[in-house]
């Protein structure tokens, strides 16, 4: 496994904090035996490669082999591991729910950027400043020339992750309720892969499993697309299936989904959470109601 890690020249790509070229050995430290050291690899990724929700080069180069090591059946944080792949896919979903993600809109935005990304001094180059980096490259750039390298940047990374799709169904039929949930969530972002993965969700929204599973499936069938019925009377999955009705119906979402959405942006609820989102349902509540007609 990760044969081909050090076949990449980490030290000419970048990461927030210089040469990515720690990332090999952090990769690899995500299959020790050692939970700690798994922990702390995790969390070096998560500041590195995707800090304060920023993606960089060396982030889409780093997917494929933390799919890898996802993949392995002796893989020890497979949840944990998905969740990283979530926020590397779509930074912080607060900024996305009930909406979901405009990927034809980043498509369009980081048109070009490829480019502009594959004429930035790297580490090695004369024009590379030890202190300073490509700054003064991005710099003269015209903004929608910055905007359009930065979405190219944040798009590999979302492709890189959507490579790893049926991977996520895979992991939908684990014995682990944690790793089942985290998968759901992740399946929720790729809106084009909807058609092959609306079964699988549906297959996982149902009554007879954990409350958090089946809310976290109802949100994402509603990202791809489709609404549930309110047949389940679990709070939390009750306001799942309103948060998906207000994605696919909006304003037309039925009337009871809006007094559900309207109860708990009341407070009601205030202490539920659900894995893997990253803000409160409160919060996702209140968000939704702005969305609906007065």
Same mark, same amino acid.
């Given at each position: 496994?990760? $044969?081909?890690?050090?076949?990449?020249?980490?030290?000419?790509?970048?990461?927030?904090?210089?040469?990515?070229?720690?990332?090999? =050995?952090?990769?690899?430290?995500?299959?020790?035996?050692?939970? @700690?050291?798994?922990?702390?690899?995790?969390?070096?990724?998560?500041?590195?490669?995707?800090?304060?929700?920023?993606?960089?080069?060396?982030?889409?180069? &780093?997917?494929?082999?933390?799919?890898?090591?996802?993949?392995?059946? $002796?893989?020890? =944080?497979?949840?944990?591991?998905?969740? #990283? #792949?979530?926020?590397?896919?779509?930074?912080?979903?607060?900024?996305?729910?009930?909406?979901?993600?405009?990927?034809?809109?980043?498509?369009?935005? &980081?048109?070009?950027?490829?480019?502009?990304?594959?004429?930035?001094?790297? %580490?090695?180059?004369?024009?590379?400043?030890?202190?300073?980096?490509?700054?003064?490259?991005? $710099?003269?750039? !015209?903004?929608?020339?910055?905007?359009?390298?930065?979405?190219?940047? !944040?798009?590999?990374?979302? $492709?890189?992750?959507?490579?790893?799709?049926?991977?996520?169904?895979?992991?939908?039929?684990?014995?682990?309720?944690?790793?089942?949930?985290?998968? &759901?969530?992740? #399946?929720?972002?790729?809106?084009? @892969?909807?058609?092959?993965?609306?079964?699988?969700?549906?297959?996982?929204?149902?009554?007879?499993?954990?409350?958090?599973?089946?809310?976290?499936?109802?949100? !994402?069938?509603? #990202?791809?697309?489709?609404?549930?019925?309110?047949?389940?009377?679990?709070?939390?999955?009750?306001?799942?299936?309103?948060?998906?009705?207000?994605?696919?119906?909006?304003?037309?979402?039925?009337?009871?989904?809006?007094?559900?959405?309207?109860?708990?942006?009341?407070?009601?609820?205030?202490?539920?959470?659900? %894995?893997?989102?990253?803000?409160?349902?409160?919060?996702?509540?209140?968000?939704?109601?702005?969305?609906?007609? %007065?």
């Amino acid at each position: 496994m990760l $044969e081909r890690l050090d076949g990449v020249d980490w030290a000419r790509i970048t990461h927030a904090y210089g040469p990515a070229t720690d990332v090999p =050995d952090l990769i690899k430290d995500l299959c020790a035996t050692d939970p @700690d050291r798994r922990e702390k690899a995790r969390w070096q990724l998560y500041g590195n490669i995707f800090h304060q929700g920023t993606r960089y080069e060396a982030t889409a180069y &780093a997917v494929p082999f933390l799919l890898e090591v996802l993949a392995d059946v $002796e893989c020890a =944080d497979q949840g944990e591991l998905v969740r #990283l #792949l979530a926020a590397i896919a779509v930074g912080y979903d607060e900024f996305w729910l009930p909406d979901g993600l405009p990927i034809e809109e980043q498509r369009r935005a &980081a048109e070009g950027g490829a480019m502009l990304l594959a004429a930035a001094p790297h %580490p090695g180059d004369d024009e590379w400043d030890e202190d300073e980096g490509d700054a003064q490259y991005i $710099e003269a750039l !015209s903004p929608q020339e910055q905007e359009a390298m930065l979405a190219h940047v !944040s798009l590999a990374a979302y $492709e890189a992750v959507r490579r790893g799709v049926p991977l996520y169904r895979a992991l939908l039929r684990e014995d682990d309720t944690g790793v089942r949930t985290a998968a &759901a969530y992740l #399946l929720g972002w790729f809106p084009e @892969d909807a058609e092959g993965t609306l079964p699988a969700l549906a297959a996982t929204a149902g009554s007879d499993v954990d409350d958090a599973l089946a809310a976290t499936a109802r949100v !994402s069938m509603g #990202l791809l697309g489709a609404a549930n019925e309110f047949d389940d009377a679990r709070p939390v999955v009750r306001w799942a299936t309103a948060i998906g009705q207000v994605r696919v119906f909006g304003a037309g979402a039925g009337q009871e989904a809006v007094d559900e959405l309207r109860a708990w942006a009341g407070g009601a609820g205030r202490d539920e959470r659900v %894995p893997f989102l990253d803000g409160d349902l409160v919060g996702y509540a209140t968000l939704a109601v702005d969305r609906l007609a %007065p």
